[in-house]
């Protein structure tokens, strides 16, 4: 499962939850993206978001959680880390779980084509975004999506609530309201993000 992770939260769970039982997946392995190239804002340290991941899904004994993309210098890319997943486990059946909002923008991916030919591509449902348009884009029949129980939580808004002095819990995970509080990843002045810093 790809993403910024930033924070992770609940609806993350459940949709990886969800995709490994309605697909019977032996795992389900968390990639926090390392440098998203496509990600106009800027984001949390890469260590941060991955240690809020970890802590997230500690509890679930089919999550895990990879350092691949955030060890890897440069921007992140997809297509990096499917070669690189193909190659250590060239057997594997691999699916590749994200949100609505990202796969309507796939064909913008580099190597777009090889992407969709090493993994099954899973879109999971998101309000406000129609997957009837990756009709349009001829890829349709290339994503498998998941309906997922409506679960109108994004990062931007958890960032935002933080940022507010707004209430977080039952958004995201305990340990990582503590964990973004702790290291005051999240500011209180409204803007949303401190960025960096020491873990």
């Known amino acids: 499962m790809g993403g910024t992770f930033d924070p992770i939260h609940l609806g993350h769970l459940v ?5 490994r039982a309605d697909l019977d997946l032996d795992e389900v392995v968390f990639l926090p993206a390392g440098q998203p190239w ?6 949390t340290s890469a260590e941060h978001r991955y240690l809020m991941t970890v802590l997230a899904t500690a509890a679930n004994p089919a999550f895990s959680v990879s350092r691949l993309e955030i060890d890897r210098d440069g ?3 997809t297509i990096q880390t ?4 193909h190659s250590a486990v060239p057997d594997a059946d691999l699916h ?3 949100g609505a909002d990202a796969i309507l923008n796939i064909l913008t991916w580099k190597d777009a084509d090889e992407c969709l030919d090493l993994a099954v591509f899973v879109a999971a449902t998101r309000p406000g975004y129609d997957l009837e348009k990756l009709e349009a884009q001829g890829v349709r029949e290339q994503v498998r999506v998941l309906d997922v129980p409506a679960l109108a939580i994004s990062s931007t ?8 002095g707004r209430a977080v819990r039952y958004l995201i995970p305990r340990e990582v ?3 973004a509080r702790k290291h005051g990843l999240y500011d209180t002045k409204g803007n949303g993000l401190a960025l ?3 873990v």
């Open 38 to 43: 496509q990600k106009e804002e800027k984001t």
């Open 157 to 164: 808004d958890v960032r935002e609530r933080f940022g507010k």
């Open 75 to 77: 921007p992140t890319y």
């Open 15 to 19: 949709t990886a939850e969800q995709a």
């Open 177 to 179: 309201e503590e964990f």
């Open 82 to 85: 499917l070669r690189g997943l």
């Open 96 to 98: 590749f779980i994200t």
């Open 196 to 198: 960096g810093g020491a």
